[in-house]
């Protein structure tokens, strides 16, 4: 399910409850993209907190990430590109949400309510008449708090995250399958930040800005997978990424993808000195478990991998 049930504290009239399938596989990062992923690429840091490379790089619009996702996809094409041309995007809204959620059903992955030992936000400002906290006044470093059950990193707080969808002030109660708009005169962003309200970074919370908008608060995660289309346009449905076309589960059907096959078929990025750890997440018979992570990239020449 995606949006807030209508008795959850402190909802907003933009969190439509409704079911959404996620019919492909796809990719996610288990951080936000850092300050020196972005220098590698971009070579310039745009950022109001330069205290750590690794913090999550922010004073980043929509378009500035589609500069980013642009210039790392060529790079790879020069390097040999990816099986299958593989290269990476921003997530879907739904995808950003199921992969937030990981499972859970709570206002936050972590349960009906959050600290600021497990989230970067404004600890004065608790949610739903929770204790107040430490209130950080900046970001942090990715890694810093507990990930999700899923193992992605700061899925609540420290940045808002920018979705590849167009804003749509409501998404209905109708069950969708891979929903994705992409029309719109401003973009998703999810997540909350260091300096909003609990209310703010639950994974039902939903917000938008002008794409050419920056600001201290906002950055971005990569995503990998299958080519996006607008809601509504014909799709392949019920197929998997194309990397794991032919790749079957144990019992034959070929509605469940082998896991070790899934994540070995990823190809080996040649990135410098920049590690994109992506983690597997795949709904359609799998009932969204997460699948082994991955990390791409090379360091010193030689692959990493978890």
């Known amino acids: 399910m995606m949006g807030s049930p209508a008795d959850e504290a402190d909802r907003l009239s933009t969190e439509d409850f409704h079911k959404v399938s996620l019919t492909r596989g796809y990719w996610l990062a288990d951080t936000a993209v850092t300050q020196a992923a972005w220098q590698a690429i971009i070579g310039r840091n745009p950022v109001e907190f330069q205290d750590d490379k690794f913090n999550p790089v922010e004073e980043v619009s929509w378009d500035n990430a589609q500069e980013f996702i642009t210039e790392l996809n060529r790079r790879i094409a020069e390097a040999g590109g990816t099986e299958e041309g593989m290269l990476f995007r921003l997530p879907t809204e739904a995808e950003w949400e199921h992969a937030c959620r990981a499972g859970t059903d709570t206002p936050f992955s972590f349960g009906t309510n959050i600290t600021p030992e497990q989230v970067n936000y ?11 906290g430490a209130y950080r ?3 942090v470093p990715v890694k810093s708090l507990p ?10 707080g420290n940045v808002w995250e920018w979705c590849a969808d167009s804003w749509e002030e409501h998404l209905g109660e109708q069950p969708v399958a891979d929903p ?10 999810r997540g ?7 209310r703010n970074v639950r994974s039902a919370c939903r917000f938008h800005y002008s794409p050419d908008r920056r600001d201290d608060n906002v950055g971005f995660r990569l995503a990998s997978g299958h080519k996006l289309r607008p809601h509504g346009s014909a799709q392949d449905k019920g197929q998997p990424p194309p990397w794991t076309r032919n790749v079957r589960s144990s019992d034959g059907q070929g509605g469940a993808w082998s896991r070790k096959k899934c994540w070995l078929l ?13 983690r597997f997440i795949w709904e359609a018979g799998l009932q969204g478990q997460g699948f082994p992570s991955r990390s791409l990239g090379t360091r010193g020449g030689s692959e990493e991998s978890e």
């Open 266 to 278: 990823v190809p080996r990025l040649c990135l410098g000195m920049i590690i994109v750890k992506l």
């Open 147 to 156: 990930p999700n059950p899923w193992g992605l990193y700061e899925m609540h």
């Open 192 to 198: 909350g930040s260091w300096g909003g309200n609990g």
């Open 137 to 139: 006044k900046k970001t």
């Open 122 to 132: 404004n600890g004065n400002r608790p949610y739903a008449n929770g204790e107040k």
């Open 180 to 189: 994705y708009h992409a029309s719109g005169s401003f973009r998703v962003m």
